[in-house]
């Protein structure tokens, strides 16, 4: 079990930069590979950005590619997704997602895959 806290949301003009953290408690956090996701009123949930327990992979939606990156802390339990240069078109209600136990270098991409997920922090990006 693996409880998951999403912070660092906010209103943001187009163009400009924020950062979001997931800290993780409960099972050892190296264990766990994990995500980004968001969910935009109307919409479906999409994945963002995904990173492997070892940290050493990555993936991220076209849509962020360039502008978003995914990193982990495991001393601080911690994932981040740095995002730059944002659009109006990126804001929606961001998520981190975890799933214990795949091999080291796996990176996840569907909803399906997770088993554990923050409660989620807004970004709105004002045009």
């Known amino acids: 079990q693996v409880q998951l806290v999403e912070s660092g949301g906010g209103l943001v003009q187009a163009g400009g930069s924020l950062r979001l953290s997931c800290a993780a408690s409960?099972?050892?956090?190296?264990?766990?590979?994990l995500g980004w996701f968001r969910q935009a009123p109307g919409k479906e949930r999409e994945f963002v950005a995904a990173?492997?327990?070892?940290?050493?992979?990555?993936y991220y939606a076209d849509s962020v590619k360039g502008r978003f990156t995914i990193s982990r802390d495991n001393a601080k339990n911690t994932v981040y997704l740095q995002m730059d240069t944002l659009k109006p078109e990126d804001t929606a209600v961001y998520y981190c997602?975890?799933?214990w136990g795949r091999g080291p270098s796996i990176v996840l991409v569907n909803t399906d895959d997770y088993d554990y997920w923050g409660q989620g922090t807004q970004v709105t990006v004002s045009s």
């Open positions: 997602a975890a799933d």
């Open positions: 409960g099972r050892t956090f190296s264990s766990y590979a």
């Open positions: 990173i492997s327990r070892s940290g050493g992979s990555t």
